[in-house]
């Protein structure tokens, strides 16, 4: 397996944009594709933030993880955030999601960032066991979802 940033690997944008449109669409339902698309043009210009990181093995992309400014329009006093952690189903259960979280938290460090945000509505216990803390649990347009962050110090 190899990780990239997703500006190495370009042709993975849109197999991207669409897995993670339709796995959480439902937590910001005015947001397009195309939207998402656009969106994710900016990890093609190379800066620290947006990176997203892609996983694959033989061509095959297997997962994504990012460092974003901003991913709840309701906390934007938080940044940044570990986002978009997907791994393909076919995948899963083999360690790549936890492997491109820290990618991102070395990425992070190494930029001098001291701590990270994320939300989940269902994977509070894979970050635990990655060392992230329960910042707050609350309603995220709809959807239960648990904040979570960590020092990277």
Sequence with gaps: MQISTLKDKPHYLLPLAQWHHAEWSYLNPERSLDERIEEMQEDLEGKVIPTTFVAEDDGELLGSACVLADDMSSHPELSPWLASVYVATQHRKKGIGSVLVKQVMQHAQDNGIKRL??????????????GWQIFSEELYNGTPVTIMSIDLG
């Design 117 to 130: 945000y994320l939300y989940t509505p269902d994977q509070a216990q894979l970050y635990a066991r990655l």
